[in-house]
């Protein structure tokens, strides 16, 4: 599995940016993916992530509202879209997956390290 986000940038707050997170040799039937980010000092989090054990999508307090996660199966690519921006998003956003999970998007948003496959990160800076 290889994964590979973009999308990336300086932005000022409120502004918006696209994510993409283009994957190879994911599972179409059965995976989790999901997007998450570090800010400098702090721990990996995870924003938004689903899982084919559960089906629907979860998102982080922060996120809800504001942030959109779809996936195109056929180009076997996810998107994070970025709305409303605020300086606190400033950070390296991560996609993420896992094969044959056993629990939802819940779960693994809230433990990163339940994921197998990660990609290199994206910079996203939020600032005026």
């Known amino acids: 599995v290889q994964l590979q986000a973009s999308g990336g940038g300086l932005v000022q707050p409120g502004g918006s940016l696209r994510l993409t997170c283009a994957t190879s040799g994911v599972t179409p039937d059965h995976y989790a993916i999901g997007w998450f980010r570090q800010a400098p000092g702090e721990e990996r989090e995870g924003v938004a992530c689903?899982?084919?054990?559960?089906?629907?999508?979860f998102y982080d307090d922060s996120a809800k509202g504001r942030f959109t996660m779809s996936v195109d199966s056929a180009k076997n690519t996810v998107f994070l879209q970025l709305n409303s921006l605020k300086p606190e998003d400033t950070a390296v956003y991560y996609c993420?997956?896992?094969?044959?999970?056993?629990?939802?998007?819940?779960?693994?948003?809230?433990?990163?390290?339940?994921?197998?496959?990660w990609g290199k990160g994206t910079l996203v800076t939020v600032s005026s």
């Open positions: 689903i899982s084919t054990e559960s089906g629907s999508t």
């Open positions: 993420g997956s896992r094969r044959a999970p056993y629990y939802s998007g819940t779960f693994y948003c809230a433990y990163p390290n339940g994921m197998d496959y």
